[in-house]
């Protein structure tokens, strides 16, 4: 009898596919939540009522009594074409920065031949969580030399292959003092369990078990919480803001995890 349990195990070269599709996944995850954020913006909402309501005076739309009930109801047409264009412009506008986020991490060294890059630190290593063998979640920690390198390998005007070759190569061993949290990423049902802490848990011990380890680094999106919110309970905190995203600006932070601060977590 098989018994229901989750499990973190480590990357293998099978899950190639499976990984590059769940980071690619991750990645456009706050283009959802821009685009429902400007939805209920109070600019747009005030923009959409104005451009409903002067299309239905327009079309002399509005209830009259004479008429019947079902063709009182065409004002709500009104309103559903100008949600419309509303709606596709906002996501053209934001799409672009969720897109090249999504590409660059797919064109990054890290996911050319993802066993062979983490294998280059004793400290760097990528998991996935299973529960019942169906995929949940999955981390990766890089503290290569090259764990602070935004570096691509192929330009972004090619496609992101599979099987592209890196240009420099990526065979140098050693550690880094600062390691880099590279995808963490955990299925929407999931998220209620707290798995992600688990996750993260496991990959902060797995770095600082390697004694020239000093911090970890991390980006936490204001548009994705439930990372910000397991990293702040590990212990990260806000270092700086790495660059804003979509049409309202969306901060993307870099959080930091000092060796002490989470071996004073340990003792506590
Ligand atoms: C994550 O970002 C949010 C705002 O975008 C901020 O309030 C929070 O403190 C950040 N958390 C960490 C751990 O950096």
């Not at 009259?64 to 996501?91: H, Q, V, W, Y």
């Not at 099987?163 to 590279?182: D, E, L």
Request: glycine share 4%; charged share 25%; proline share 4%.
């Amino acid at each position: 009898m098989s018994e229901s349990a989750a499990r973190i195990r480590p990357f293998q070269p099978s899950d190639q596919k499976l990984v590059r599709f769940y980071v690619g996944k991750s990645r456009m995850e706050g283009l959802t939540s821009a685009n429902v954020r400007v939805y209920t913006n109070f600019f747009v909402l005030a923009i959409w009522i104005a451009l409903s309501s002067a299309f239905v005076h327009y079309m002399q739309w509005w209830p009259r009594r004479e008429k019947g009930l079902l063709e009182n109801l065409s004002p709500l047409s009104a309103f559903a074409c100008m949600a419309l264009p509303i709606m596709f412009i906002t996501d053209w506008v934001n799409r672009p920065d969720f897109e090249k986020s999504m590409n660059d991490a797919l064109r990054r060294p890290d996911l050319v031949d993802t066993a062979i890059y983490y294998a280059r630190s004793p400290a760097s290593g990528f998991w996935i969580l299973e529960f019942n063998d169906r995929f949940v979640g999955l981390i990766a920690v890089d503290a290569s030399l090259d764990s602070t390198s935004d570096e691509v390998v192929v330009g972004s005007d090619k496609p992101a292959e599979e099987n592209a070759k890196p240009a420099k190569s990526y065979s140098t061993k050693g550690t880094s003092n600062v390691a880099t949290i590279r995808h963490f990423y955990v299925e929407e049902p999931y998220r209620t369990a707290s798995v992600q802490d688990d996750l993260l848990e496991h990959a902060i011990k797995h770095a600082f078990a390697e004694k020239e380890v000093e911090r970890i680094r991390a980006v936490n999106e204001s548009l994705v919480p439930y990372i910000g919110e397991a990293l702040h309970r590990q212990g990260f905190v806000s270092a700086s803001v790495l660059e804003t995203v979509g049409v309202l600006n969306w901060h993307v932070h870099e959080s930091v995890l000092e060796r002490k601060v989470w071996e004073s977590k340990q003792k506590a």
